[in-house]
């Protein structure tokens, strides 16, 4: 960590890719002067407690207790309760594990008394030992549904019990959702936006849709910063090369940057994909993007917070 870092830092984080990036940046920016804004459009109700999937993998990622075998849950797990759920005749389609379940009985225990999900994920954090900001991008639940082929599927029941495989025609966001205070706050002050390599249509544009968000991009921070979620032609994680076959759009780093658009001042791309970004307005830097270990993590945060920091010099 460097103590005389004084850059507020911003995070746009879903999923898995974000959760890592997330973390890396945790190592090296003073927790004063890190924010990450988590998407819960993929947030839902099961077996009658609310579950916010990537709050949670961006929580248990930065809390060091995360499940790296399964890329989500926590580590050391075990399945009794939902196991025998399942034998009583409930569904079982999303595995919650015994240590998961604390996290969504005290979260759902807290909302029913009326607190906001911000400060459940605050006290959450704090009981996790996590310093720098974790923040949901609303307190407002604000669902994204799956139009397919054949139906309108909430987000977790296409990606989970469907495993992503129904054909993506649309994904609908809902268009009166509101970011909280602490968000509005986070992004005054950010001197730097880091896009993570989430998926960019069910972890990104959930986020920037929420009213103000994108516009606040458009004109606040020094810099806004993307990293591809998509390595030599596919995603390193996820359905984000499927859902970019289907909306025929080339399965590249350049089309995400190309999706992006003006909202980027800059784009980060993985060294498989150099040479394919000729003409691209915003500026580049190609390095190695793969976050395999810990330090990866860190090495990735570091290089994409120098270019950041120097584009917004």
């Known amino acids: ?4 870092f004084d850059l507020n830092v911003v995070c746009l984080a879903g999923g898995v890719g974000g959760a ?6 945790a190592c090296i920016v003073p927790p004063e002067n890190l924010t990450v804004i988590v998407n819960t459009g993929d947030d839902f ?9 990537d709050l949670d993998t961006v929580m248990y990622t930065l809390a060091g207790a995360a499940n790296t075998e399964t890329g989500w849950g926590r580590a050391g797990e075990s399945w009794r309760t939902i196991e025998e759920a399942a034998r009583l005749g409930g569904p079982d389609w999303f595995r919650l594990g015994d240590l998961d379940l604390a996290t969504h009985l005290v979260r759902t225990h807290l909302l029913r ?3 906001k999900l911000t400060a459940v994920t605050r006290r959450l954090s704090h009981h996790f030992n996590i310093h720098p900001a974790i923040l949901p991008m ?36 809902p268009d009166d959702v509101r970011a909280t205070p602490a968000v509005m706050k986070a992004l005054e002050r950010a001197d730097l936006v880091l896009i993570a390599p989430s998926n960019p249509f069910v972890s990104i544009d959930p986020i920037l849709n929420v009213y103000p968000i994108r516009a606040m991009l458009m004109d606040l921070p020094q810099a806004v910063v993307a990293v ?26 350049r089309a995400v940057a190309d999706y992006y658009g003006d909202l980027i001042d800059g784009f980060v791309y993985d060294e ?36 950041a920091t120097r584009l917004g010099s």
């Open 20 to 25: 890592k990036l997330a973390d890396g940046l």
């Open 138 to 173: 609303s307190d407002q639940p604000a669902p994204t549904i799956i139009q397919t082929d054949d139906d309108l599927l909430p987000f977790q029941t296409w990606f989970v019990k469907e495993r992503w495989q129904p054909t993506v025609q649309k994904v609908i966001l």
């Open 228 to 253: 591809s979620p998509i390595i030599g032609g596919q995603a390193v994680k996820g359905p984000a090369a499927k859902m970019m076959e289907e909306r025929d759009m080339p399965v590249t780093a």
């Open 1 to 4: 960590m460097n103590d005389e």
């Open 45 to 53: 109700e099961h077996l009658g407690l609310t579950i916010c999937p």
């Open 113 to 115: 008394g009326g607190e």
């Open 272 to 307: 498989q994909d150099a040479g394919t970004m000729d003409g691209l307005d915003a500026a580049q830097l190609c390095i190695d993007t793969w976050m395999r270990s810990q330090q990866d993590r860190i090495r990735l945060a570091q290089e994409t917070l120098a270019f």
